[in-house]
């Protein structure tokens, strides 16, 4: 399987701490993207890194992605009880034509107040 | 600006009824389409993508169909729905290799 994995799994954090997901995947992509999902919500698209960037920044967010490692993370700094949601990471594998996305299973996130 | 509706929002239905899931996009022309299935605190499990008007590739074969009778329209269907059928179905749309742009679900329940 292609699938991502986010890790980990479940994440507890406090107001105010920073919140850190991983995410592995394994094959070379063109890019990899972050989502956010809400409980019961469609998901939201958070920032894009492509295969040639090392980090990127949006806001509190931060990614970084390491291709010799096939990894990636999302940095949620200075959290807040409204980023209580379920975070996916998603690859867009080299492939030809218009390739679908492959999502992972995702990280819940709780940030308690 | 572009937006995606689903319809309906949620939906109970006994075991061998049939299934008919709509989707459609404003505001943007030739996107791709996506079908996919939440199960429950799960991650995404693609079931079919479309490039253009009755062009559907199936990512997991099942008992569910797809079909994409105008440019921003995506339908999901069966003739008869199972018990693993249940989960929540997210319609998405995108361009090319960048972001998908997701609808707001249907949580379906089969009895």
């Known amino acids: 399987s292609q699938q991502g994995e986010e890790d980990p799994q479940a994440l507890s954090i406090q107001e105010g701490e920073n919140a850190t997901m991983n995410c592995s995947y394994k094959?070379?992509?063109?890019?990899l993207q972050w989502y956010r999902q809400n409980s019961g919500r469609g998901l939201v698209h958070l920032i894009l890194i492509r295969s040639n960037e090392r980090e990127k920044h949006s806001g509190r967010l931060r990614v970084t992605l390491d291709t010799s490692k096939k990894s990636s993370s999302l940095l949620i700094t200075a959290s807040r009880a409204a980023d209580t949601a379920s975070y996916f990471c998603a690859t867009d594998y080299l492939a030809s034509g218009n390739t679908p996305l492959v999502f992972g299973k995702g990280t819940r996130l709780s940030v308690i107040a | 600006s572009q937006t995606i509706h689903q319809w309906p929002a949620t939906l109970v239905q006994p075991v061998g009824s049939p299934l008919s899931l709509e989707c459609t996009v404003e505001?943007?022309?030739?996107?791709?389409l996506y079908w996919y299935r939440q199960a429950a605190g799960r991650g995404l499990q693609l079931l079919f993508y479309s490039v253009g008007i009755g062009q559907i590739s199936s990512e997991v074969p099942q008992n569910l169909s797809a079909s994409r009778p105008q440019d921003r329209q995506f339908i999901l269907s069966s003739k008869k729905l199972l018990l693993s059928d249940s989960g929540f179905y997210l319609c998405a749309w995108g361009t090319g290799r960048s972001e998908q742009f997701f609808g707001p679900g249907t949580r379906l329940t089969v009895l």
């Open positions: 505001g943007t022309s030739n996107p791709n």
């Open positions: 094959t070379s992509i063109n890019n």
